[in-house]
Nanobody, 123 residues
Framework: VQLQAFGGGLVQTGGSLRLSCAVSGLSLDYHALGWFRQAPGKGREGVACLAVKAGRTYYTDFAKDRFTISKDNAEGTVYLQMNSLKPEDTALYYC?????????????????WGQGTQVTVSS
C-alpha cells in the first residue's frame, strides 16, 4: 500500500487549496481514507474521513462547511478541498487508510500513511 499526498502550498487567509492523495495497493471502495494534520508543537489530529463501504463521511468540527473530502476511483486519488482557509489551518497534512469499519479519525486506528504536504495560510 502506498499513499502520496501533494498539493499543499502557501495561501492567504480566505483562500482555497485542494490536496490530493494518490493511492495504490488498496481499494478506495473498501478501505476508509482519512486526512489528518499536525501543526508545529501539536499532536496529529483528524480532519475528515471517507468510508465508501459504510456510505459515510465524517468531518471534524473545524472542517465542517469549509472542507470537502472526495475520491476519484479512476484516478486512484482522494481529495481534500479546503476553502475559507485560516491561519490556524497551517499544518502538515497527511492522508492515511484503514481497513476497520467506521469513519473515526483516530490516528492510531489507521494502518498506512503517506508523507505530509505542507499547508501554510498567511494572515
Amino acid at each position: 500500500v502506498q499513499l502520496q499526498a501533494f498539493g499543499g502550498g502557501l495561501v492567504q487567509t480566505g483562500g482555497s487549496l485542494r490536496l490530493s492523495c494518490a493511492v495504490s495497493g488498496l481499494s478506495l471502495d473498501y478501505h476508509a481514507l482519512g486526512w489528518f494534520r499536525q501543526a508545529p508543537g501539536k499532536g496529529r489530529e483528524g480532519v475528515a474521513c471517507l468510508a465508501v463501504k459504510a456510505g459515510r463521511t465524517y468531518y471534524t468540527d473545524f472542517a465542517k462547511d469549509r472542507f470537502t473530502i472526495s475520491k476519484d476511483n479512476a484516478e486512484g486519488t482522494v481529495y481534500l478541498q479546503m476553502n475559507s482557509l485560516k491561519p490556524e489551518d497551517t499544518a502538515l497534512y497527511y492522508c492515511a487508510s484503514k481497513t476497520t469499519p467506521g469513519t473515526a479519525v483516530l490516528p492510531s486506528t489507521y494502518d498506512d500513511w503517506g508523507q505530509g504536504t505542507q499547508v501554510t495560510v498567511s494572515s
